[in-house]
């Protein structure tokens, strides 16, 4: 049976594709919500970016499909309709009836009990307001389409255990064959993640694999999986470390792994606040675009997001007000920069002047075209599925591209664990043969950081 589903504004400041996501259903948008994309459409951030979209998106159908108060068909199979009360909602309550969101809450109500009963949803990514609807007694729901599992964001790990013998050939060959009921069948990667008979995960391209002797938990070996050959191969991480950067883990050793690899154009780092992420990812960059040329320039960004209250507009030109945004970014290379082959606080600068390392708000990424860079973003948690859509697109040939950041992280107020754009990158990018994802589960910037990570 077919259901009505209200939309609220954010879920198309959010999406503007999202009125094609509700399959064969009836997809209502109230007028209210026009009004309200209305207010954001000079902005020039992204959200001003859909809003101006999903106006086109409308327009588009109305010019097509005719009036959308009437309903207009769309290539979902469903039914778009923008929703006209004959008067100011009120709803059954004491609540304030003036405000934006209840209006568009009490167009639910209306939509319900115009069309006879039909199931109706209310679609919202406002958790607020998705308990105001529940306590209505309206169905209430946040959307869906760009949201996973948490426990779909794997490690980017998994444990094989095989005779002390094939541990003992694997270090004297550097390779190991995938045990046959581990490789995923021909009909491809990503069908290959269900569970097999044994009750154990197919491994998947790039999975990174601790192999584990059967009779002795103690002896092990770090390799990952090569899905071309399927054979499990050693680590190419240089045991002198990466600009003067050791691994001081397993998960370390994989990660650097990982960025060296200039077959991987995608991977994403994940890790709580001191487990190495910007660190490795900023040594791993230095290393393969300064001393072994492979890239013509480091580039690398971070979103510019606020912790806290924001203090203001900044003073200066537009190098001294990215300074403190960007100021994380440059503490890592000065540490890098003191513990490597080049010595002094600044010794970065004469990258920074030519032109072998560039560092960069987001804000100006959009329209670009990167080819041979290697791109770094930093806290991509903040980001949202499309903004990181529209980063990973801009890479051209040779480009590699390092996610890194921390989903219980979050300063973005339209984003959270389930649904930011590091998250989703993560998991739609699951079994390629050119992405590469790992969690970071120990932190080693100190002991007291390591403390309130895991405590506060």
């Not at 045990?179 to 993640?193: D, I, Q």
């Not at 004469?350 to 075209?369: F, K, N």
């Not at 930093?378 to 890194?404: C, F, M």
Request: include cysteine; aromatic fraction near 6%; glycine fraction near 8%.
């Amino acid at each position: 049976m077919k259901k009505n589903y209200v939309l609220d504004t954010n879920i198309l400041l959010h999406d503007p594709y999202a009125i094609f996501r509700f399959d064969d259903n009836n997809v209502i948008i109230p007028i209210y919500v026009i009004e309200e994309v209305d207010q954001f459409k000079r902005e020039g951030s992204e959200r001003g970016r859909n809003a101006r979209h999903v106006v086109r998106l409308l327009d588009d159908l109305r010019e097509q499909g005719g009036s959308l108060s009437k309903g207009v068909g769309i290539k979902s199979g469903g039914i778009l309709t923008v929703a006209v009360p004959s008067k100011r909602p009120e709803l059954p309550s004491a609540i304030d009836k003036a405000a934006m969101d209840n209006a568009i809450l009490q167009t639910a109500f209306d939509v319900r009990e115009a069309d006879g009963g039909r199931p109706t949803v209310f679609v919202t990514m406002d958790t607020n307001l998705r308990i105001r609807a529940d306590a209505l007694g309206m169905v209430a729901e946040t959307y869906e389409n760009q949201r996973v599992e948490p426990q779909r964001v794997e490690t980017g790990v998994t444990d094989v255990e095989v005779s002390a013998d094939e541990i003992d050939a694997f270090f004297q060959d550097g390779k190991l064959a995938a045990p046959a009921h581990l490789v995923p069948p021909e009909k491809g990667e990503r069908e290959g993640r269900e569970r097999n008979k044994e009750s154990a995960v197919y491994l998947s391209a790039n999975l990174c694999v601790l192999l584990r002797d059967r009779a002795n938990a103690s002896h092990t070996a770090l390799g990952r999986y090569d899905a071309a050959k399927k054979e499990i191969v050693a680590l190419r991480t240089p045991r002198e470390g990466v600009i003067g950067v050791r691994p001081r883990n397993k998960e370390q050793s994989h990660a650097l792994d990982l960025l060296l690899d200039e077959n991987i154009r995608l991977v994403t780092l994940v890790g709580k606040a001191g487990t190495g992420k910007t660190l490795l990812a900023l040594a791993a960059g230095l290393k393969r675009t300064v001393e072994d040329g492979m890239y013509t320039r480091m580039l690398v960004s971070r979103p510019v997001m606020p912790l806290g209250r924001d203090i203001g507009f900044l003073p200066g030109d537009v190098d001294e007000k990215l300074n403190p945004w960007m100021q994380p970014i440059f503490d890592n290379l000065e540490f890098l920069f003191s513990s490597g082959t080049r010595k002094g606080p600044r010794a970065y600068a004469e990258l920074l002047d030519s032109g072998q390392l560039q560092v960069e708000p987001l804000t100006y990424i959009r329209g670009r075209s990167l080819p041979q860079q290697y791109i770094i973003v930093d806290e991509a948690q903040n980001l949202t599925p499309h903004e990181v859509k529209t980063i990973i697109t801009r890479s051209g040939d040779g480009t590699k591209i390092v996610l890194t950041g921390d989903p219980g992280q979050i300063d973005n107020p339209y984003v959270d664990s389930a649904s930011n754009g590091l998250s989703v990158a993560a998991d739609r990018f699951r079994g390629e043969k050119v992405a590469a994802h790992i969690v970071l589960t120990r932190g080693e910037r100190s002991e007291l950081a390591e403390l309130a990570a895991n405590l506060l």
